[in-house]
């Protein structure tokens, strides 16, 4: 789908499944869209072009949008408030009122059990902590049983302990359900523990869509490279099936351009070789991090110093040799 705002392209042909039962992050910073695809999936807005199908039925595109309620998703959004003047179960009950008043209650009242609030039926929203007040937000969202969750980063108001807590405990009601679910976070950490896989937008567009490890291990350019963790950049040349660096040569992935590239390695790319092995360094600093150390190395034709770890337990004198480690070189066309 697409979806354009005056002269900004807020999606640009972005084309996503979700299986039942899979939760998928959507991954990407401030402004790439993210938010944009969540309001299109619920049907707060509408795509200038494209389509979405939930179970087969389409629900937008080609004139069949259909109003949110009628979808068979919940929202549960960071700002999505409870109603302040309604009890904790009325605010549950609120999606329920297909039906009667008792089943409501019972299904209400289930719901809040299962992430952890039983007892709290009467209390009102004002008296609720951050974290019990999100836990209501998924029971509300959660009570009418829908096909999809949205979440449009539910935790991020949330302090570090507590939005740990109840960001497992969400994932756990999750799969204990099999409910399918679509989370929006700038966070890739989050989005590599609460999802099976990871779409990776920038700019209104779909970069890689693959599971935490795919993105991790085979990033198709240097932005999806940079996304899951630490990156080196570095200048090289690719030749006759063999790549040079200033860090030295190792064999080409295939497939790879030929010419002038630029290498993206992970920490562990690049390792501690013995002497006469690899690429001459100078250790200019080490930063003690509990059981790892960081360690940054001068190498000759490099721009800066490059970050390294290693096991604090090791010792690791002032002039180092480095060498790459096949397999863990990305490589890509020069920009
Ligand atoms: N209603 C709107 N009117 C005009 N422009 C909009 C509207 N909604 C979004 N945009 C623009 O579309 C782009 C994508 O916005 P979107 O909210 O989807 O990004 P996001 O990735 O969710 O960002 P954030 O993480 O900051 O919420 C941005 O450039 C934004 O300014």
Same mark, same amino acid.
């Given at each position: 789908?697409?979806?354009?705002? $005056?002269?900004?392209?807020?999606?640009?042909?972005?084309?996503?499944?979700?299986?039942?039962?899979?939760?998928?992050?959507?991954?990407?910073?401030?402004?790439?869209?993210?938010?944009?695809?969540?309001?299109?999936?619920? #049907?707060?807005?509408?795509?200038?072009?494209?389509?979405?199908?939930? =179970? #087969?039925?389409?629900?937008?595109?080609?004139?069949?949008? /259909?109003?949110?309620?009628?979808? #068979?998703? $919940?929202?549960?959004?960071?700002?999505?408030?409870?109603?302040?003047?309604?009890?904790?179960?009325?605010?549950?009950?609120?999606?329920?009122?297909?039906?009667?008043?008792?089943?409501?209650?019972?299904?209400?009242?289930?719901?809040?059990?299962?992430?952890?609030?039983?007892?709290? /039926? /009467?209390?009102?929203?004002?008296?609720?902590?951050?974290?019990?007040?999100?836990?209501?937000?998924?029971?509300?969202?959660?009570?009418?049983?829908?096909?999809?969750?949205?979440?449009?980063?539910?935790?991020?108001?949330?302090?570090?302990?507590?939005?740990?807590?109840?960001?497992? =405990?969400?994932?756990?009601?999750?799969?204990?359900?099999?409910?399918?679910?679509?989370?929006?976070?700038?966070?890739?950490?989050?989005?590599?523990?609460?999802?099976?896989? +990871?779409?990776?937008?920038?700019?209104?567009?779909?970069?890689?869509?693959?599971?935490? /490890?795919?993105?991790?291990?085979?990033?198709?350019?240097?932005?999806?490279?940079?996304?899951? #963790?630490? +990156?080196?950049?570095?200048?090289?040349?690719?030749?006759?099936?063999?790549?040079?660096?200033?860090?030295?040569?190792?064999?080409?992935?295939?497939?790879?351009?030929?010419?002038?590239?630029?290498?993206?390695?992970?920490?562990?790319?690049?390792?501690?070789?013995?002497?006469?092995?690899?690429?001459? $360094?100078?250790?200019?600093?080490?930063?003690?991090?509990?059981? +790892?150390?960081?360690?940054?190395? =001068?190498?000759?034709?490099? =721009?800066?110093?490059?970050?390294?770890?290693?096991?604090?337990?090791?010792?690791?004198?002032?002039?180092?040799?480095?060498?790459?480690?096949?397999?863990?070189?990305?490589?890509?066309?020069?920009?």
């Amino acid at each position: 789908m697409s979806r354009r705002y $005056g002269r900004t392209l807020a999606l640009d042909d972005v084309s996503l499944s979700l299986s039942p039962g899979e939760i998928l992050a959507v991954l990407g910073d401030s402004g790439c869209g993210k938010s944009t695809l969540l309001r299109l999936v619920a #049907g707060l807005d509408a795509p200038d072009a494209g389509e979405i199908r939930i =179970d #087969g039925r389409r629900v937008a595109g080609r004139g069949g949008d /259909e109003p949110p309620e009628t979808r #068979g998703v $919940g929202l549960m959004f960071q700002d999505y408030a409870l109603f302040p003047h309604l009890t904790v179960l009325a605010n549950i009950r609120f999606g329920l009122s297909h039906l009667s008043g008792a089943q409501a209650r019972a299904v209400a009242r289930e719901r809040l059990a299962e992430v952890g609030l039983a007892g709290r /039926e /009467e209390s009102y929203p004002a008296t609720l902590s951050g974290g019990e007040a999100q836990r209501v937000a998924l029971a509300r969202a959660l009570a009418p049983r829908p096909r999809v969750l949205l979440l449009d980063e539910p935790f991020s108001n949330l302090d570090a302990g507590t939005r740990e807590r109840v960001r497992a =405990d969400t994932l756990a009601v999750l799969r204990q359900d099999g409910i399918s679910a679509i989370l929006v976070t700038h966070d890739a950490a989050e989005a590599v523990e609460f999802a099976d896989r +990871i779409a990776l937008m920038r700019g209104g567009r779909l970069i890689q869509c693959d599971t935490a /490890e795919t993105l991790y291990r085979a990033p198709v350019d240097p932005f999806a490279a940079k996304a899951l #963790g630490e +990156i080196v950049t570095v200048a090289g040349l690719a030749s006759g099936g063999r790549l040079t660096t200033p860090l030295g040569t190792v064999r080409l992935p295939a497939p790879a351009p030929e010419g002038a590239v630029q290498v993206c390695l992970r920490p562990e790319a690049i390792r501690i070789v013995p002497p006469g092995e690899g690429v001459p $360094g100078r250790v200019l600093r080490r930063s003690f991090a509990g059981a +790892i150390t960081r360690i940054d190395v =001068d190498v000759a034709g490099l =721009d800066a110093p490059l970050r390294l770890t290693a096991a604090s337990d090791d010792v690791v004198e002032d002039r180092v040799e480095l060498g790459l480690v096949e397999g863990r070189v990305f490589v890509f066309p020069s920009p």
